[in-house]
């Protein structure tokens, strides 16, 4: 029996998705619960696994194709089987495209795949000047790759147009270029982060916070409950906890900006963002303010996990009202961290470094940690945000609130 592989809803406002890649090839045999596709939302990637023993007869949504939620994107049988159990819907859509390709193919001869269709259009390129390689001369999308390549090598000259030619560059190592179309994780990022920055009025201020005791607190923290209590308090955890106090102080920054509404929220829902191979996500603690602090390093330590392995869900990547994002781990100190909209406001750390500071007349070695944040100034003014930046600093520099606050 034929079953579909169908564009599944991962998110409560997901009405469409994007085949990323086809794991498998028409033919080829699968196994129940394998991975034949990758598909996208607006906020995660995530392999669809074979419903059912088979072989994949029929791919029916190629790579790049947006296809709507419930919609059939392959079939999966017995080798052999003909397709007979697609939806009145899909039956009229297959019909309708069998229409216009026969119809395409008796005036132009083109024969096409949809994904080269839609690279061809965004690229500018003229199908009928591409010779197919695929099954009878069809267009795919590495065909219309070459040609791309092809144009940029030997762009078309309009008449009387002056050409610089540089020669920094010997022309022989033109053919080194990599080029790869921007889909998937990346797309959705690459379109979020543009948007961010052109519908917010972003401002980044810095604080350096001496957290010279929050250190010797960990370590305390790490000597004496950590194989007693299991607890391994990170700085993370520690910030995250000042940035919720903080946040509970200045309701202002715990807010989301909206359709010319800003929704201030008495719940902090935090987002802490965590970098993946291929991108970023930002899993969501839900109603932070409730938790003690090992129940927030629990949690992160969990939604990280989740994270890097794939396994979040859209409900918990979704609904933070602020945000923390990390670039200590890579050893850098100041940073502008932009926006995850709506939320109006989100705070960069950065390393902590040993740093030769005055102490009256003699030089002391600290701990300094800098921390960046950027706000949206449609909201917010820059003496509040310098407020909550400056609360942040003021709980980090005496740690032990944080145990019982």
Do not use: C
């Not at 579909?4 to 406002?13: R, T």
């Not at 296809?67 to 392959?74: C, F, L, N, P, Y």
């Amino acid at each position: 029996m034929t079953v579909e592989i169908i564009m599944p809803k991962l998110g409560m406002s997901m009405e469409e998705g994007t085949v990323v890649e086809w794991l498998k090839k028409k033919g080829d045999p699968v196994k129940k619960g394998e991975p034949v596709v990758v598909i996208s939302s607006d906020k995660i990637e995530k392999d669809i696994e074979a419903p059912q023993d088979g072989v994949l007869l029929e791919i029916a949504a190629e790579q790049d194709e947006t296809v709507e939620v419930g919609k059939a994107i392959g079939y999966i049988g017995q080798e052999g089987e003909v397709i007979n159990n697609i939806t009145n819907d899909a039956v009229q859509e297959v019909a309708t495209t069998i229409l216009k390709e026969e119809s395409l193919s008796s005036q132009t001869t083109i024969r096409v795949s949809p994904a080269a269709r839609k690279l061809a259009r965004e690229a500018g390129i003229d199908l009928s000047s591409i010779s197919g390689s695929g099954p009878k001369g069809r267009i795919t999308r590495a065909d219309v790759e070459k040609a791309i390549q092809s144009k940029k090598a030997s762009p078309h000259l309009e008449p009387e147009q002056e050409v610089v030619i540089s020669t920094n560059k010997p022309a022989e190592k033109q053919e080194d270029i990599a080029v790869k179309t921007v889909t998937g994780m990346r797309k959705v990022i690459a379109s979020r982060m543009f948007t961010s920055l052109h519908q917010t009025a972003q401002l980044t201020i810095h604080m350096k916070a001496d957290v010279t005791s929050l250190f010797e607190l960990q370590e305390k923290i790490k000597s004496e409950l950590q194989d007693e209590q299991n607890l391994k308090l990170t700085i993370t955890d520690f910030v995250a906890k000042a940035v919720i106090l903080s946040l509970r102080n200045q309701k202002q920054m715990n807010s989301l900006y909206e359709n010319g509404q800003i929704q201030t929220y008495d719940s902090v829902h935090l987002g802490i963002a965590v970098a993946l191979e291929n991108g970023l996500v930002v899993p969501v603690l839900r109603h932070a303010d409730k938790l003690s602090l090992n129940e927030i390093s629990k949690n992160i330590k969990e939604l990280s996990k989740k994270a890097r392995e794939g396994n979040l869900s859209s409900e918990e990547m979704s609904g933070s009202t602020f945000t923390i994002t990390s670039l200590g781990a890579y050893g850098v100190e100041f940073f502008t961290p932009i926006l995850n909209p709506p939320e109006v406001g989100i705070l960069g750390v950065g390393t902590a470094a040993d740093t030769a500071v005055f102490s009256g007349d003699t030089i002391q070695k600290r701990k300094i940690l800098p921390l960046s944040l950027t706000f949206d100034h449609q909201v917010i003014d820059g003496a509040p945000a310098s407020q909550f930046l400056g609360l942040v600093k003021k709980y980090l520099e005496k740690p032990y609130q944080l145990l019982w606050l």
